[in-house]
């Protein structure tokens, strides 16, 4: 039994959940749902974005609707034209059951002859941007006049892209009685005028603290010269070999140079900005759905209802001015469920404001170094290796091997794999293996003496390298419960988790040194060893540890089973990676 049966929905939009493959509905979707149906009333719900709000008020609204009716009852207004058609799309998803049911959208770029001749065809439900909606009035193409229901929908986000002024004429052609709900990650001075102004004793529900960062987003700040920005961006982008990110500038000059510096380097970027065409704009979206583009540099305008689920990094190549800017931002990863990580690069002199940030969200921030040069090649060597074990044979090549074999006859195995990875492996470490530090000096903050996040001294820390990755099913949280749960240790004893695709790297205070390495000296999940080594560089690098692991492996597969054979549940916080279909924006592929 689903538990959206529960919440009072009608079997036709049961039906559609059905179709979709809902099972569990979110904490916002649970708290919302119930109370939009059974009573009138107004509503402000405080939730991230990602947490399915379109699904809060769109069933209620679905089944509030009199189909028979061809008089407009409902309205949503969202800041975006993606946003809109996202709406759009899913509130038609909701109502497929509901024969008669004509839900348009309105929205600026388009045309507006067009959707004037839906609309005429009688609309229950318009979905609509404030530009064009109040432009539709003026002309006196769309009547709000008897709308029942009326929905502000990313409402922090209309407010601060300057849509005060169009929300207050808009609503003002409204009755008086109608419904209004209003949802939004945030909850600033403006979006609390909106909510006196024209809504009556709101009922108010928050998912989360208010005001407060995601719990599935890791936040981490990186200290650089402000000339060592860019350098830093790409450093970061080369050690997470999967990232699929969106790097936000503060301006449309930044962010097309950023932008096209990253094309001239070789990765998979675009550039997002209000300089940009509708056309371009939706061929820009268009690849960063489709991951043909992996860093999507944006302006934060631009960037409002970007809502892609798999985003695994926020990059905030510079801070926004506000701080409420920064939770939107980072609610763009860590959505439906997943973990995500937000970087900030910053200069010693911006440390204050992350202190500020902390303060607003309520979490903590990691600080981290950049990456040093040897460490990201070291991180490429092991994609590559592993993109090598898992490229599937083309058998065609069969007829071509015996002249292969020639061309390669007396090189040994060894030699062979040496000059296939050293193909790609040399461009990087040409790059890579003289380029100098690009940490600014001591970037901590004052933190009643202790060091990263509160809870661990920086001296005597100790990095691992760890043979499971993002294809196992890992992230940073799940491997760090996992870790935890197998050593005893408190949730603030590891930190510093990096997930790779096959590998990790994780800390812990040395203390503990001699506890991680009995533990995982015959460690076994699912009948496959889990190798944890120390590292010898403490940035990351692997290290030969107290065995290699190969040879350990050979001497445990000539073991008749003297020593006990530790189990756990092999299981992570994903279902399994996602890897990307485009190619690689960066590093080996």
């Known amino acids: 039994m689903s538990k959206f049966?529960?919440?009072?929905?009608?079997?036709?939009?049961?039906?559609?959940?059905?179709?979709?493959g809902f099972e569990t509905p979110s904490e916002v979707q649970e708290k919302a749902i119930p109370i939009l149906l059974e009573d009138e009333t107004d509503l402000v719900a405080l939730a991230q974005t990602g947490t399915g709000k379109t699904a809060a008020f769109g069933f209620?609204?679905?089944?509030?609707?009199?189909v028979a009716s061809r008089t407009t009852q409902g309205l949503i207004l969202s800041p975006t034209r993606e946003l809109c058609l996202q709406i759009t799309n899913e509130m038609q998803l909701y109502s497929k059951y509901e024969k008669g049911m004509n839900i348009v959208a309105i929205y600026g770029g388009a045309s507006i002859t067009e959707q004037a001749k839906q609309i005429k065809r009688g609309a229950q439900i318009v979905v609509a941007t404030p530009g064009r909606m109040k432009d539709m009035i003026r002309r006196g193409i769309v009547d709000i006049?008897?709308?029942?229901?009326?929905?502000?929908?990313?409402?922090?986000?209309?407010?601060?892209?300057?849509?005060?002024?169009?929300?207050?004429?808009?609503?003002?052609?409204?009755?008086?009685?109608?419904?209004?709900?209003?949802?939004?990650?945030?909850?600033?001075?403006?979006?609390?005028?909106?909510?006196?102004?024209?809504?009556?004793s709101p009922q108010e529900i928050t998912v989360g603290a208010k005001n407060s960062g995601a719990s599935t987003v890791q936040h981490e700040y990186y200290v650089v010269s402000g000339r060592d920005r860019y350098p830093a961006l790409k450093r970061l982008a080369d050690a997470n070999p999967g990232i699929f990110s969106v790097v936000f500038c503060r301006t449309k000059r930044d962010t097309q140079k950023v932008a096209e510096k990253l094309i001239e380097d070789g990765y998979n970027a675009g550039a997002l900005h209000g300089d940009l065409s509708q056309n371009q704009r939706d061929l820009v979206m268009n690849a960063f759905r489709k991951k043909q583009i992996q860093m999507l540099v944006a302006t934060d305008v631009a960037a409002r209802g970007i809502d892609v689920d798999d985003i695994t990094?926020?990059?905030?190549?510079?801070?926004?001015?506000?701080?409420?800017?920064?939770?939107?931002?980072?609610?763009?990863?860590?959505?439906?469920?997943?973990?995500?990580?937000?970087?900030?690069?910053?200069?010693?002199?911006?440390?204050?404001?992350?202190?500020?940030?902390?303060?607003?969200i309520k979490q903590d921030f990691l600080e981290k170094k950049i990456p040093s040069g040897i460490e990201i090649c070291e991180i490429q060597l092991y994609h590559l290796a592993n993109n090598i074990k898992d490229t599937k044979v083309n058998e065609e090549i069969d007829g071509y091997l015996p002249a292969i074999n020639d061309v390669l006859n007396g090189i040994d195995r060894d030699e062979l794999i040496k000059k296939i990875v050293s193909v790609e492996f040399t461009r990087f470490y040409n790059y890579y293996s003289k380029t100098?530090?690009?940490?600014?000096g001591d970037?901590?903050?004052?933190?009643?003496?202790?060091?990263?996040?509160?809870?661990?001294?920086?001296?005597?820390?100790?990095?691992?390298?760890?043979?499971v990755g993002e294809r196992d099913g890992y992230d940073w949280m799940s491997l760090k419960d996992f870790l935890r749960d197998n050593l005893g240790l408190e949730k603030d004893d590891l930190y510093k988790v990096d997930t790779k695709d096959s590998f990790s790297f994780f800390n812990t205070d040395a203390q503990f040194t001699p506890l991680i390495l009995e533990t995982f000296s015959d460690f076994k999940v699912d009948g496959r060893f889990i190798n944890v080594e120390v590292?010898?560089?403490?940035?990351?690098?692997?290290?030969?540890?107290?065995?290699?692991?190969?040879?350990?492996?050979?001497?445990?597969?000539?073991?008749?089973?003297?020593?006990?054979?530790?189990n756990s549940s092999f299981k992570g916080g994903k279902s399994g990676s996602k890897k990307s279909k485009g190619k690689r924006n960066?590093?080996?592929y």
């Open 60 to 66: 209620p609204l679905i089944q509030k609707i009199e």
């Open 313 to 360: 990094h926020v990059i905030n190549y510079q801070l926004p001015d506000e701080i409420e800017t920064y939770t939107h931002r980072s609610g763009r990863t860590g959505r439906a469920g997943k973990s995500g990580i937000s970087m900030v690069i910053v200069t010693r002199s911006e440390l204050r404001k992350i202190n500020a940030i902390e303060r607003k």
């Open 5 to 20: 049966e529960n919440l009072g929905l009608q079997e036709s939009l049961l039906a559609a959940v059905s179709d979709l």
């Open 436 to 440: 100098r530090d690009l940490n600014s």
């Open 535 to 566: 590292s010898k560089n403490p940035g990351g690098n692997r290290g030969g540890g107290r065995n290699g692991g190969g040879r350990r492996r050979d001497r445990d597969r000539k073991r008749s089973g003297g020593r006990r054979d530790r």
């Open 145 to 200: 006049t008897k709308i029942d229901y009326c929905i502000l929908d990313e409402a922090d986000e209309m407010l601060n892209m300057g849509f005060y002024e169009d929300i207050k004429d808009i609503l003002s052609n409204t009755p008086k009685e109608k419904s209004t709900w209003l949802f939004s990650a945030t909850m600033p001075k403006e979006v609390a005028t909106i909510a006196k102004k024209f809504m009556h």
């Open 586 to 588: 960066s590093g080996f």
């Open 443 to 467: 970037g901590n903050r004052e933190r009643g003496g202790k060091g990263e996040r509160g809870e661990m001294p920086k001296d005597g820390s100790v990095r691992y390298f760890i043979n």
